[in-house]
């Protein structure tokens, strides 16, 4: 067994351990079948999995710190829309051929700390809708291990309580990136003049913060940008 897809059928219950004796599987995609409990450890175990898709379901739990070591050839994992909760696992840098990282709608926490700097394939990430507010003043650090992610296209991070001010490290993303959302979070200060450098941006969603202080003009060099939420701040 290779591919195993049960997607959108009503299930329910949990991921039974007799599957882990496929060793060969290299997808994995059960989202939006009512599926609950942790998931299984032993889907860490197959590091042969390029793709894991669980969204839409209600697993709890929280993901082993190690996680990036054992699936080491991960492309895209899908997690949007469970209960998982605990801090996402620093590993994860580990998977240099990860493309795209959805671990949006759950419940994690703490530091946002992931170096993504080694993610040089990676063009969509996706951590909005948790609860990664550490109330440290460098808690959007990790932003600046992005520069070498020159493929990334969306950055959604809106609605994690993220604070504090937003590094000038945010003009150093690449230029293909089209979608920054950051709405929704407790970031303040100024808007640095550097997201002008953003030059692919289409979208730049900034509301529901408490920015202050003038618009940076650099904006205006954002040519393809068409839309703009500045709102509530």
């Known amino acids: 067994m290779e591919v195993f897809s049960v997607t959108r059928n009503p299930l329910g219950g949990s991921i039974p351990d007799t599957l882990g004796q496929w060793n060969n599987l290299r997808e994995f995609?059960?989202?939006?079948?009512?599926?609950s409990g942790t998931i299984p450890y032993f889907l860490y175990n197959i590091?042969?999995?390029i793709n894991i898709t669980l969204a839409y379901s209600n697993f709890t739990g929280s993901l082993p710190p190690t996680m990036g070591a054992m699936l080491p050839r991960l492309v895209r994992i899908r997690l949007w829309g469970n209960q998982l909760t605990g801090p996402l696992p620093l590993s994860i840098s580990n998977c240099s051929r990860l493309a795209y990282l959805d671990m949006g709608g759950n419940k994690f926490s703490g530091k946002m700390a992931i170096d993504f700097a080694k993610l040089r394939d990676i063009y969509y990430i996706r951590l909005s809708y948790n609860l990664f507010g550490s109330k440290e003043d460098d808690e959007l650090?990790?932003?600046?291990?992005l520069k070498n992610c020159t493929s990334l296209k969306?950055?959604?991070l809106h609605k994690c309580k993220f604070q504090g001010m937003l590094p000038t490290s945010i003009g150093n993303l690449s230029n293909n990136l089209q979608d920054l959302y950051l709405y929704?979070?407790?970031?303040?200060e100024n808007l640095p003049g550097s997201?002008?450098?953003l030059v692919g941006l289409k979208r730049l969603h900034l509301q529901g913060n408490h920015f202050k202080g003038n618009i940076p003009?650099?904006?205006g060099n954002l040519r393809n940008l068409q839309v703009v939420y500045l709102y509530k701040n």
């Open 154 to 156: 969306w950055l959604l």
């Open 195 to 197: 997201i002008g450098n």
């Open 29 to 35: 995609h059960s989202s939006g079948c009512g599926l």
């Open 217 to 219: 003009s650099t904006i």
């Open 184 to 188: 929704g979070n407790q970031l303040h």
């Open 47 to 49: 590091s042969l999995l």
């Open 141 to 145: 650090k990790f932003i600046d291990s």
